[in-house]
């Protein structure tokens, strides 16, 4: 058997890890998604603030209203605390004071992925399983570190893309 490999960039690859993890701790796909996506987010907006390509914004520290959102709490997955809202259709993430659309999310992750995406997930979803959710929330992003596509360090690698090992993925189950 070939071995599978897919060349993607971080981002992609850490939402879909994400929304694994979120399934694994019980959401329900749609509320995974968009909680994957809000922990990617998150991950992009820190580093390109460390990288110094974001800056971090005038209202830091400041209470931004809801918009009639209604009780915001936390969800930590990954190891990041991502604001969620409770919807009629259930747990959203959210981002800029607004819910993240799941479905944007599912297609966000078919176009990146392609026709790798079931492989991918399936992979993902195995590693998951691996473990008891209770330590899955604790290991899910150090696995994440071990498994990401290599790209190189600093602004260069950047929205670069690397390799995405399958069969490593499967292996640390």
């Known amino acids: 058997m070939a071995k ?18 979120a399934e694994r701790l019980g959401f ?27 800056r971090p914004g005038k209202e830091r520290g400041k209470k931004r209203p809801k918009g009639g959102l209604g009780e915001e709490f936390w969800v930590e997955i990954c190891g990041r605390p991502v604001p969620a809202i409770e919807t009629e259709n259930g747990v959203r993430a959210v981002v800029r004071d607004k819910p993240i659309d799941p479905d944007a999310v599912a297609t966000y992750l078919e176009k990146k992925f392609g026709e790798e995406l079931p492989a991918v997930r399936d992979a993902m979803r195995s590693l998951a ?26 602004k260069k690698g950047w929205g670069a893309k690397g390799d995405l090992d399958l069969d490593f993925i499967r292996s640390l189950g």
């Open 28 to 54: 329900r796909s749609a509320e995974a998604l968009t909680l994957g996506k809000a922990v990617a987010g998150l991950n992009a907006q820190a580093k390109g603030r460390r990288l110094g390509i974001y």
């Open 4 to 21: 599978q490999v897919v060349s993607i960039n971080r981002a992609p690859v850490l939402t879909l890890w994400a929304a694994v993890v």
């Open 129 to 154: 399983k691996s473990y008891k959710p209770t330590e899955l929330a604790d290991a899910a992003y150090g696995l994440y570190e071990e498994f990401r596509p290599s790209i190189p360090a600093g």
